[in-house]
């Protein structure tokens, strides 16, 4: 608790949580869902949302599944993977 308070103090803000699932299609629990909503409540002075990621079994990116919870819902976001930029060898 001191850590996350000190590190608050420096600027630095949690904006979210990840963990793994051992399933192909990684889907949040009853409890992730309790969590997450809990969390993006108790953060709703500082942000509009908390973003909840599962990393599932199936290969990336496929297999990484993003939500923001905003303290009422649970919304589903895309992972976008970002495009790879030409190097001087290509
Ligand atoms: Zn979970």
Do not use: K, Y
């Not at 908390?50 to 599944?65: K, Q, S, Y």
């Amino acid at each position: 608790m001191r850590e996350r308070e000190q590190l608050f103090r420096d600027g630095w803000h949690c904006v979210g949580f990840w963990h793994t699932h051992p399933e192909f299609d990684p889907t949040p629990s009853p409890e992730d869902r309790a969590l997450a909503a809990e969390h993006a409540r108790a953060a709703l002075t500082l942000t509009n949302g908390m973003v909840f990621a599962i990393v599932g079994t199936r290969p990336l990116p496929a297999g990484l599944r993003v939500w923001c919870h905003t303290g009422s819902a649970l919304i589903d976001m895309v992972a976008e993977v970002p495009r790879s930029e030409p190097t001087d060898a290509s």
